[in-house]
């Protein structure tokens, strides 16, 4: 029997459909694309907010001079 007969997939919140196993476990979960994406994207926020938690910090005014002097603003 292949893996995918061993599988199904049930719908058991409005919110979210689960693969599960034979005994009803869930194994995985089902995503469309477009909330996946967001996911993806949110989670790649949250590793730059973690690498430049050390980052020296800068006031309101000294970033506008920084962008002003690199055209920006």
Known sequence: MSMLAKRSIKSNT???RYVTDRKGKRTGV???IKRYS???EDLH???????R?????VTADEMKKRLHKRGFL
Request: net charge neutral; no cysteine.
């Open 38 to 40: 967001r996911l993806m």
């Open 30 to 32: 089902v995503l469309s």
């Open 45 to 51: 926020d949250l590793a730059v907010v973690a690498e």
């Open 53 to 57: 938690r050390d980052d020296k910090l």
């Open 14 to 16: 409005p919110r979210g």
